[in-house]
């Protein structure tokens, strides 16, 4: 199974709480809700749940920069 058929799969069995999962590259899909820090000069994105969890993935800088963007848009 791909990315595309498992973003597919999330959107039919979650809704719109599918919502808070976005695809990052190729690579990844996230949970927006844990997207700690952007850091586009060190091409890093840092996921935690704020008390036991925090997880470091190297990520492209026009993907980092997608983020950043649209975590900006959700928060505000």
């Known amino acids: 199974m791909n990315l595309a058929h498992t973003e ?4 039919a069995q979650l809704g719109e709480n599918a919502k808070q999962f976005m695809r990052i ?9 844990y997207i700690y820090q952007v850091d586009i ?7 935690s749940d704020y008390e036991h ?4 993935m190297s990520v492209s800088k026009d993907a980092l920069k997608a ?4 975590v900006i848009q959700t928060r505000i």
């Open 67 to 70: 983020v950043k963007e649209l």
């Open 25 to 33: 590259g190729k690579r990844f899909i996230v949970n927006m809700n």
């Open 53 to 56: 969890f925090l997880f470091q």
């Open 41 to 47: 000069l060190k091409q890093t994105l840092m996921l």
């Open 8 to 11: 597919e799969a999330m959107a």
